[in-house]
């Protein structure tokens, strides 16, 4: 078995790190100054490597120490769940996901009612994911996230989701008033970005249309807004495979053209490998991969 630093040492640690500062952390575990410092520098000789920068009476982790900091939160919160569920069977799992705002609008929200169906004991707390962010917060059990991937993912699990295809779509009402015969007509339309840099209309019109420049743009802050745009009969957005799935069924949104592009980036499942040990993130991938078979 692994041997293990004292318990008591890596509490201590914890609150100290977490702090930054020795006297609140004492006052915290209702213990003397003297005393945490004995338990760092005792934790600091067992791991072989300085925990915190001592300026005067002033501290402030090392980058080591925010790193055990992360993963000791995380531990920690494991181990006060499992306690919980022991002194209540019958008590509620937490789960925190984050996913970018896009897909909860366009594609998340509208299934959660069968997940709560399937696993009632899960209260599930649903938090947005910055599209650019490649990692979830350190409060976050799961994240889907979206782009190429975090460019470190050692301690992480990193499942990559179905490859997205983009292609545009409009509303009926503007698609029945012609003038689609073909991709270079988009020209006479206005385009909905929802990125502010273009690059998602560039790279289609580039593939289907040539060096054409519509007249008129609209920027959104994500793919949500500009698919809501278009379903109000304001322009042409670009819409792909997930996000634009439900407003395609239901007649919302159609595909003037059903030539696409595939994306450079796609989304993916992330989270701790520490938190693959909690039931309710194992639970919750599953669920997700039966409704993505769905779509």
Known sequence: MRRLPSLTALRTFECAAR?????R???ELCVTDSAVSHQIRQLEDQLGTPLFAREGRQVS????AQRLLHSLQQAFELIGEACDALRDPASQAQLRVAVTAELAQKWLIRRLADFSARFPQITLHLHEQALEQALPGSDIDLAITYGTGPEDASGYFVRPLPTLEFFPVCSPGLFNQGGFKQPRDLVRQCLLHDDQDGKTWMAWLTSHAGD?????????AHAGLALEAAAQGQGVAIGDNLTATED????RLVRPFAASVTAL????LVCERIRLDKPAVVQFMNWLSDQLGDS
Do not use: E, I
């Not at 982790?61 to 080591?64: I, K």
């Open 61 to 64: 982790p090392t980058p080591a």
């Open 19 to 23: 702090h930054a500062h020795f006297g």
């Open 265 to 268: 980036g796609q989304y993916a």
């Open 212 to 220: 054409v420049q519509a007249s008129r743009q609209l920027y959104f």
């Open 25 to 27: 952390a004492a006052a």
């Open 248 to 251: 395609l069924a239901s007649g």
